[in-house]
């Protein structure tokens, strides 16, 4: 089953306009050159804001000052002892969950906003949930994480501004991505030899000063900071996104804007497409599935999606939900067939011979699975294949991305 939000409700007393809900008009500013009411732009604004440690909660503190219309909020961690040490957080907040303490702080700040909270994984967010959201607010630790968020706001055509710092050296940066329309750079562009190999292990950098990974032993160095600096990255992506939201001065496009606490000094510089990046960019156009998307077959579906005979197609591929397609696992020390959709692979049913539970391996399953794979697959309706609570299916080609729902 797809992973909801769940939405923070306010506290008695949070309701009451007079006292907890001050017109943001009170204290905005007459933006200079700027046209029209930007109170009323930011009463209609829905932001995601993904990662709520040192540097995701000042954002989301600021956006909530902003009395957006929506807020999603997704981390899945706790706050621990040393993150007094460089978030905005209390004593009290220790061994919270970061998302749902975070959320609550918002709802407090500005009780007209929706916020919706997920303690999860970012990878492990359905696209469909944040659909509606007009930006996207990049905060993590971890470079899958960064890898997820920004495939999703490519294929969606959200604009991403991703906020991080390095604290040995006092620089905050502030990347910038506009995905209009598939054509510009992702996070991954800018990748080298460390970063993907820190990524193959699943690394994940800590706030905190821990390392965690599917290895257990990351062999870099953890993330240091100090608070000042993490502020200061919050700051500044806060600042773009007014630029973003509001039109503010020159165009935003893709940029990394960088701050140097040794000089004080901050530079721009353009984000470009690197040719050789693995990660799709395509950005994904809507359809309209004929009845409920588990109830048809991948066929129907990319006929829907205006893609003509499966045979006639070169390489055809689907995304099916939050689904995976598992082809085979293991027992026995074989591999024993699946050929199915699952969203946990962990549960894949039991051996054949043994009995045991099927353990998965990832060489066998595809987040994306071709229609040369899938066979005589892509006429079973989804619901027989693994694929019951499938909301939506990309069918992606090698120019063509649809998203149905």
Same mark, same amino acid.
């Given at each position: 089953?797809?992973?909801?939000?769940?939405?923070?409700?306010?506290?008695?007393?949070?309701?009451?306009?007079?006292?907890?809900?001050?017109?943001?008009?009170?204290?905005?500013?007459?933006?200079?050159?700027?046209?029209?009411?930007?109170? $009323?732009? =930011?009463?209609?604004?829905?932001?995601?804001?993904?990662?709520?440690?040192?540097?995701?909660?000042?954002?989301?503190? +600021?956006?909530?000052?902003?009395?957006?219309?929506?807020?999603?909020?997704?981390?899945?961690?706790?706050?621990?002892?040393?993150?007094?040490?460089?978030?905005?957080?209390?004593?009290?907040?220790?061994?919270?969950?970061?998302?749902?303490?975070?959320?609550?702080?918002?709802?407090?700040?500005?009780?007209?906003?929706?916020?919706?909270?997920?303690?999860?994984?970012?990878?492990?967010?359905?696209?469909?949930?944040?659909?509606?959201?007009?930006?996207?607010?990049?905060?993590?630790?971890?470079?899958?994480?960064?890898?997820?968020?920004?495939?999703?706001?490519?294929?969606?055509?959200?604009?991403?501004?991703?906020?991080?710092? +390095?604290?040995?050296?006092?620089?905050?940066?502030?990347?910038?991505?506009?995905?209009?329309?598939?054509?510009?750079?992702?996070?991954?562009?800018?990748?080298?030899?460390?970063?993907?190999?820190?990524?193959?292990? $699943?690394?994940?950098?800590?706030?905190?000063?821990?390392?965690?990974?599917?290895?257990?032993?990351?062999?870099?160095?953890?993330?240091?900071?100090?608070?000042?600096?993490?502020?200061?990255?919050?700051?500044?992506?806060?600042?773009?996104?007014?630029?973003?939201?509001?039109?503010?001065?020159?165009?935003?496009?893709?940029?990394?804007?960088?701050?140097?606490?040794?000089?004080?000094?901050?530079?721009?510089?353009?984000?470009?497409?690197?040719?050789?990046?693995?990660?799709? +960019?395509?950005?994904?156009?809507?359809?309209?599935?004929?009845?409920?998307?588990?109830?048809?077959?991948?066929?129907?579906?990319?006929?829907?999606?205006?893609?003509?005979? =499966? $045979?006639?197609?070169?390489?055809?591929?689907?995304?099916?939900?939050?689904?995976?397609?598992?082809?085979?696992?293991?027992?026995?020390?074989?591999?024993?067939?699946?050929?199915?959709?699952?969203?946990?692979?962990?549960?894949?049913?039991?051996?054949?011979?043994?009995?045991?539970?099927?353990?998965?391996?990832?060489?066998?399953? =595809?987040?994306?699975?071709?229609?040369?794979?899938?066979?005589?697959?892509?006429?079973?309706?989804?619901?027989?294949?693994?694929?019951?609570?499938?909301?939506?299916?990309?069918?992606?080609?090698?120019?063509?991305?649809?998203?149905?729902?």
């Amino acid at each position: 089953m797809a992973l909801k939000f769940r939405e923070v409700k306010a506290r008695r007393g949070q309701s009451a306009p007079a006292s907890f809900h001050p017109p943001l008009s009170s204290r905005f500013p007459a933006f200079v050159g700027l046209p029209g009411m930007a109170t $009323e732009r =930011l009463a209609e604004l829905r932001v995601a804001i993904l990662g709520a440690g040192a540097v995701g909660r000042n954002l989301a503190s +600021h956006c909530a000052r902003l009395q957006p219309d929506a807020m999603w909020i997704v981390d899945p961690g706790r706050y621990k002892f040393e993150s007094l040490l460089t978030q905005s957080i209390l004593a009290c907040d220790i061994g919270e969950w970061k998302a749902t303490s975070t959320g609550r702080a918002c709802k407090a700040i500005s009780p007209r906003t929706h916020v919706f909270t997920l303690v999860e994984q970012l990878q492990s967010v359905d696209k469909s949930e944040l659909s509606a959201v007009d930006v996207v607010l990049l905060a993590t630790d971890n470079l899958r994480g960064e890898v997820a968020a920004s495939q999703l706001c490519i294929d969606l055509g959200k604009p991403l501004i991703q906020a991080s710092v +390095h604290g040995d050296t006092l620089v905050a940066q502030v990347r910038c991505l506009s995905n209009r329309d598939g054509t510009g750079p992702c996070l991954a562009c800018g990748f080298g030899p460390t970063e993907w190999s820190d990524f193959d292990r $699943e690394t994940k950098f800590s706030c905190s000063g821990e390392l965690h990974g599917a290895q257990g032993q990351g062999g870099a160095s953890p993330t240091m900071s100090v608070s000042s600096l993490c502020s200061m990255a919050a700051d500044l992506a806060l600042m773009q996104l007014l630029r973003v939201v509001l039109n503010l001065g020159d165009p935003v496009s893709d940029s990394l804007l960088e701050y140097c606490g040794y000089t004080h000094t901050t530079t721009q510089m353009p984000l470009v497409r690197n040719p050789s990046c693995p990660c799709s +960019h395509l950005m994904w156009s809507p359809a309209a599935a004929p009845r409920a998307v588990a109830k048809c077959s991948l066929r129907e579906l990319a006929a829907a999606g205006g893609f003509g005979p =499966l $045979e006639a197609v070169q390489d055809v591929s689907f995304v099916v939900g939050n689904t995976v397609f598992v082809e085979a696992a293991m027992c026995c020390g074989t591999t024993q067939p699946v050929r199915r959709f699952a969203v946990n692979p962990q549960s894949l049913g039991n051996c054949q011979n043994c009995g045991a539970a099927l353990r998965p391996d990832s060489f066998f399953i =595809l987040a994306r699975v071709s229609a040369a794979m899938l066979g005589s697959l892509v006429d079973h309706p989804l619901q027989r294949i693994g694929a019951r609570a499938a909301r939506w299916v990309a069918v992606l080609s090698e120019t063509r991305a649809v998203w149905i729902r």
